[in-house]
């Protein structure tokens, strides 16, 4: 059932299509048109992988997390480790295809949005690296919040572009990109960062993150000789998600995707778009979304830019539909907690995005046996939060961290 | 939908709610004495991916007033009781139409006297349910071409109930200072398979372009440049005293973009 989505109308069961201005509908139907010849042909394959082994750093390394893992007493703990890509996060696998889609397509300008600034580098990286110019576009509120996202883009070699409409986050960022994609169709490739967007862009995110799936597994069952029993991944658009998942669809494993819950489900301080958010159409694409009850949609929060966004991957909201995969929330404070403990029992310090997804995972360990595996998908390192944390912990310079909470 | 034959149409948008309820109203009823022969009523949406600066501006204030999909629908009525007789589209996002029911929607737009819908981002392929409802209720829902639409012309135009929209140029919503050449032949290509009358729209702000576009098209639509004379008379629109005199100056700014359309015809 699950391997004929999306169909050839885009639609993951209710979910998914093209909701577009009539404009776009021709770039969107050369794009599909392209990635389907691009994916069967073996030469386009190689390269992908070529560029992602010797430029990227791939395959990422599958790190058993043993201090964690006696610490908590329960499930053997893994983690997949998309940190130690190039740029710092699973973004550049999905900017390398996409890079070299709009390479075979001939388009020479990438047009990006993004939101805490990891697809922007990522962008910006692939652009530099393919000789290729980049616009991307970021709203004035993130700017100020990740300003050395900013400069590392703009080192790069690409153009920032404010974005004032709006709350002047992801959402707006992402409008913009596309009316300036409306605009430029011509001759600029939209390399959308996550899996969201009007059909074929879910669809193709997913196949170039997929290899973050593929990759778990052949690791897990050549060290474990088994499937992990429960795989746990943050959702904001939900690519690093797709991408572990997509793979393990089809086998007897717990899925298990984390919103950002921000102050909590219940206050109107979050990102849980699954869990809160009903049906509608956002950036092109039927999903699950915040909004009111007028069809406006609601500006989401989370202390972690990168799972800020209102709606989510229509792939997801099928899953959701389905029952395949389980979606449940995780807080700022749980967030923050869980980075401190990863950095502080196995030395990694994950992206407070991936923190989601390692608090969920702790939780769900502490309740399964020793005999049982839990895989982690740790999606980006936390360099870029470093800052922010050391603001929420109200550390002060030269105090010692432990002693900060 | 009954249009005026033998002449070429002028169809103004304005946003509902920008400034306020009752100011849609009167400018309604001032764009209909300056030679409307529809009127497009926008209705504000939170991402409205189709519009650039102009008109996100206006959706922001009509937001900010509270306005919402079914109310900016009950205002046809009033413009109505008024005596705005001109067909009046309720051109709406899509998401709107969604959370209100796409059936509740066209009873509603129907029940308050409107004459077509248009959805901006419900391109063909997804219209299919909204056909239905649209014959049904005996409201257009109308089509849009772009010029990046090609072979989808024939399908779409075809297709197309009341009037064909063609955006001008790539882009969003907005005034444009120039328009591009190969324009007439796109409105050429676009009427070449049209039944129904052939408007052009998008970023159309001078009477000097209405001129050039009169003998190319069956109509042209106007909405940024009166969105933005709407946002330059604000401030007098709201005040009690220079509220009339605010309506006449907009109005006579709407006369002026439509008086190219009125002259004898043109020779080419």
Redesign the interface.
């Given at each position: 059932m699950m391997e004929h989505v999306p169909n050839e109308?885009g639609r993951f069961g209710d979910f998914g299509?093209?909701?577009?201005?009539?404009?776009?509908?021709?770039?969107l139907e050369e794009i599909e048109t392209e990635l389907d010849k691009a994916l069967a042909d073996e030469s386009f394959r190689q390269e992908y992988i070529r560029i992602l082994q010797h430029y990227s750093g791939r395959p990422t390394p599958l790190t058993f997390a043993p201090n964690l893992t006696r610490q908590l007493g329960g499930a053997k703990i893994y983690l997949k480790r998309e940190d130690l890509n190039h740029t710092g996060a699973h973004k550049i696998n999905n900017a390398i295809g996409q890079a070299l889609l709009a390479k075979r397509m001939g388009k020479k300008k990438l047009i990006a949005e993004t939101g805490a600034g990891q697809h922007g580098v990522a962008a910006a990286t692939v652009a530099a690296h393919f000789g290729m110019e980049c616009i991307v576009f970021m709203g004035e509120e993130d700017m100020k919040r990740q300003e050395l996202n900013v400069f590392r883009m703009k080192l790069l070699g690409a153009e920032v572009v404010p974005v004032l409409?709006?709350n002047r986050t992801l959402?707006d960022a992402t409008?913009e990109a596309?009316?300036y994609w409306?605009?430029?169709?011509?001759d600029h490739f939209y390399m959308i960062g996550s899996v969201v967007g009007p059909h074929p862009y879910p669809k193709m995110v997913r196949e170039f993150q997929r290899v973050i799936g593929d990759e778990a597994k052949e690791q897990f069952l050549a060290g474990e000789g088994t499937l992990p029993d429960v795989i746990v991944a943050c959702v904001g658009g939900g690519s690093n998600a797709i991408g572990m998942f997509y793979p393990f669809l089809q086998d007897d494993v717990r899925l298990v995707g984390v919103e950002a819950a921000g102050k909590g489900i219940d206050t109107p301080h979050h990102a849980a778009t699954i869990a809160k958010g009903?049906?509608?159409?956002?950036?092109?694409a039927m999903t699950y979304l915040l909004?009111d009850?007028?069809?406006?949609?609601i500006e989401p929060y989370s202390i972690s830019a990168g799972l800020d966004y209102p709606g989510v991957g229509p792939e997801h909201a099928y899953l959701a539909s389905i029952g395949r995969v389980r979606y449940e929330s995780v807080t700022d404070e749980e967030a923050v907690a869980a980075f401190q403990l990863l950095a502080q029992t196995e030395g990694i310090i994950p992206a407070i995005e991936s923190a989601h997804a390692v608090a969920k995972a702790v939780e769900l360990a502490r309740q399964m046996t020793p005999d049982e595996t839990v895989l982690i998908c740790l999606s980006g390192r936390g360099d870029k939060d470093v800052q922010m944390m050391m603001h929420h912990l109200g550390v002060k310079e030269g105090e010692d961290v432990a002693s900060a909470r | 939908m009954r249009l005026p034959v033998n002449r070429s149409l002028f169809i103004p948008f304005i946003v509902a709610g920008d400034p306020s309820a009752d100011l849609t109203v009167d400018l309604a009823l001032a764009l209909q004495d300056a030679g409307a022969d529809v009127l497009e009523l926008g209705v504000p949406y939170s991402d409205p991916l189709a519009d650039g600066p102009t008109i996100q501006r206006a959706a922001a204030r009509a937001l900010a007033g509270q306005m919402t999909l079914p109310k900016a629908i009950q205002l046809v009525a009033d413009m109505r009781k008024k005596g705005v007789k001109i067909p009046i589209i309720i051109f709406t996002y899509y998401n709107p139409v969604l959370q209100l029911g796409e059936e509740s929607f066209f009873a509603l737009a129907q029940e308050n006297g409107a004459d077509g819908v248009l959805i901006p981002d419900l391109p063909f392929e997804e219209s299919g349910p909204l056909l239905e409802l649209s014959e049904r209720f005996g409201l257009p829902l109308i089509s849009l071409v772009a010029p990046t639409s090609k072979q989808r012309i024939e399908q779409i135009a075809s297709a197309a109930q009341g009037f064909l929209y063609c955006v001008s140029s790539l882009g969003v919503t907005g005034v444009r200072e120039t328009l591009p050449e190969s324009l007439g032949h796109f409105l050429g290509e676009v009427k070449r398979h049209s039944r129904v009358p052939v408007v052009v729209g998008f970023g159309i702000s001078t009477p000097e372009q209405v001129a050039m576009l009169k003998d190319a098209c069956d109509g042209v639509v106007v909405g940024s440049a009166l969105v933005q004379k709407i946002e330059q008379l604000l401030e007098r629109l709201q005040t009690s005293e220079e509220k009339n005199a605010a309506i006449a100056e907009f109005a006579s700014y709407a006369r002026s973009l439509a008086a190219p359309l009125r002259e004898p015809c043109s020779s080419r």
């Open positions: 109308h299509g093209k909701f577009v201005p009539e404009t776009l509908m021709l770039p409409s709006g959402k409008n596309i009316r409306v605009a430029h169709c011509d009903t049906k509608g159409v956002i950036h092109g909004q009850e007028y069809g406006q949609i | -």
